[in-house]
Each structure stands twice: as structure tokens, then as C-alpha cells.
């Protein structure tokens, strides 16, 4: 019997230091109720009172000994499978990041940003004014009373009979004019509505660009000279100018300005409509009604003011033949810019 324990215990450990080995079926096969080394001590039975302590004595150390044995090799295992497993998910820093995507400005803010800098790079500063205005202030200052035809251009959305969405930034000249003696030279971005239908050219909300400049001895040659510089730094050195006379309440001379084309430079083409040309502002002389209404001795002060639409510049700029692409906030669209 005591040969019979010394060969289970000489089995079983090499067993378990066999590579591969399945620990929990050699116990099972050992040590478990049908196992090897159970059915010897049941078998001690037969063993005289003598030999009974000892060969139980020995039994136990050859439990003891196996039991000690599946341990270590157990811990030992699990301390490989996880050295493995550090090994084999240690982080390569040296990796490319996953790109990670950023935001970018919209094509509206960018054009209109920039159009900001050419002017603050001639002096000028940045003025603004609510877009939620009294009727005194997008009107009656500009020299546009109740009932003027001017009105009609411009589908006003009314809050009550005297406020409104303001129709156009030139209210801001005002509110300068009011609060600052000149020298005065500031431009004024911002939103502006009318009550248009939407459609590829219209927005009932979009963008423009004001610009007032007051002091004393100011012509219509510093206009052209300061729209020339911004329009030749924007479209580029070979853009030439076009004043075409036309008509606005609050100044006087006015002129629709136009840029020569900068896709074709005047031979026409799709960008400019076979025209040449493409208008992209209002202007004139600060007409002498609205510096009065300010406060501002139009014997001694004279200025001139513009207003552009950033849609219609940057829809030229960039090719952006539908106004509503601008508004849609398509992300395939958006990235382009
Ligand atoms: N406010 C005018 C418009 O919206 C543009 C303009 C501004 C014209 C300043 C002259 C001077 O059409």
C-alpha cells in the first residue's frame, strides 16, 4: 500500500508539472471522491491497527504534497498568463493618435472676419448695434419717414408699430453718431431680416457689413480710395471698381458699387453672370439730415458710409451657388471651407 501511495504521488506531480497541464483533472483524478488516492484509504480497512496510523500518516503527507503542488503550479501559471497578457497589451506610444476630427468657422463668420481686418488694418473699429431696433432708429434717422416709399424694399418684420427686426446695419451709424464726436471710422457686422421668401439668392436672415467714417474735409475720393484698397485686398490686386449712381435716403451722393469679375476679370463669365461686374455694396455721403439728426454740424463735418451683404460676398468668393447651403448646417458642405 505504501508502494501504491508512493507511485499515486510520483504520478500526480509529474502530472502537474507537465506542460499543459489540466490541474483540475488531476485533482479531480487524485483527490476527488472517486479519485486515486481516496480509494486507497478506503482500502485501509483491510490494514492491521498497526500499520493503519501510518500508512494514514503517509497518505495525508501524499495529499498534503499534491495539494501543494497544484497550488504552486497554479499560481505559477497565472502569474505567466498574465505577463503574457501585459506583454501582449503594452501601449506602443510611438503610435499615430486616432485622428480626432476638430470644428472650423463657418464659411459666413470666416469671410466676415476678414472683411473686419482689412478695415481695422485702414483704422477703422467695431461698432454694434440691437437687432431688435426702434423704427426711429433703421427709419426716421436715416432720413426714411413713415410712409416713405424706401420702406416698401424692405419687408420689415414689425414687434410692435415702432420696433422691429432691423431691416439693415445702417442703424448702428446712427448710435455711433449719437454717442461719438468724430473723428468717427468704425464698421458694424451683424445680422440684419426682411420678410423674403427663402430661395437660392434670399434669406429673411442674413449678414451685412456697415461702414461709416465722419470727419472733417471727408470726400467721395477717400470712399472710393478706402473701397478699392478693401476690395483689391479681398479679391485681389487686379479688381477694379465700378460706382453706378443710385439712390438711399440717408446719403447723398449714393452709388452701387461693383468689383470686377475674379473668376474671369471682366470677360464674363458664370461667377459674374456674363456681366463683368459683380455688385457687392451700397454706399454714398453721409446725407447732411442724418448728420444733424446726430448732432453733427454737417457745415463742418462731412463722412461717407457703405453697407455690403457677407452672404453675397462669400457666396462669390467661395462658388457657393445656393444661399441655403449657408444655413443648413450640412457638415459635408460646411467642410469644404
Ligand atoms: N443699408 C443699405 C442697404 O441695406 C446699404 C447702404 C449702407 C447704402 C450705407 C449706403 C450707405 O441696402
Known sequence: MKEKLQLIKSEALS??????????????????????????????????????????????????????AIAER????????????????????????????????????????????????????????????LDYYNFQALNIPENHPARDTQDTFYITDNILLRSQTSPVQVRT????????RVISPGRVYRSDAVDATH?????????????????????????????????GENTRLRFRPHHFPFTEPSAEVDVS???????????????????????GMVHPFVLSNCG?????????AFGMGVERIAMKYYGIDDMRHLYENDVRFLEQF
Open 15 to 68: 502530472a502537474i508539472a507537465a506542460d499543459n497541464a489540466d490541474l483540475e483533472q488531476i485533482r479531480i483524478k487524485y483527490l476527488g471522491k472517486k479519485g486515486e488516492l481516496t480509494a486507497v484509504l478506503r482500502g485501509m480497512g483491510a490494514l492491521s491497527p498497526e500499520e493503519r496510523p501510518i500508512v494514514g500518516q503517509i497518505a495525508n503527507e501524499v495529499r498534503a504534497q499534491i495539494e501543494e
Open 74 to 133: 497554479s499560481a505559477l501559471l497565472k502569474q505567466l498568463e498574465l505577463e503574457k497578457k501585459l506583454a501582449e497589451e503594452k501601449i506602443d506610444v510611438t503610435m499615430p493618435a486616432a485622428e480626432m476630427k476638430v470644428g472650423m468657422l463657418h464659411p459666413l463668420t470666416k469671410v466676415q472676419r476678414t472683411i473686419e481686418e482689412i478695415f481695422i488694418g485702414m483704422g477703422f473699429s467695431i461698432a454694434e448695434g440691437p437687432e431688435v431696433e
Open 177 to 184: 453718431m449719437e454717442k461719438q464726436k468724430p473723428p468717427i
Open 203 to 235: 434669406s429673411p436672415l442674413f449678414h451685412q457689413v456697415e461702414g461709416l467714417v465722419v470727419d472733417k474735409g471727408v470726400t467721395m475720393g477717400d470712399l472710393k480710395g478706402m473701397l478699392e484698397t478693401f476690395a483689391k485686398t479681398l479679391f
Open 261 to 283: 469679375c475674379f473668376v474671369c476679370g471682366g470677360e464674363g463669365c458664370r461667377v459674374c453672370k456674363n456681366e463683368g461686374w459683380i455688385e457687392i455694396l451700397g454706399a
Open 296 to 304: 453733427i454740424d454737417p457745415e463742418e463735418y462731412s463722412g461717407f
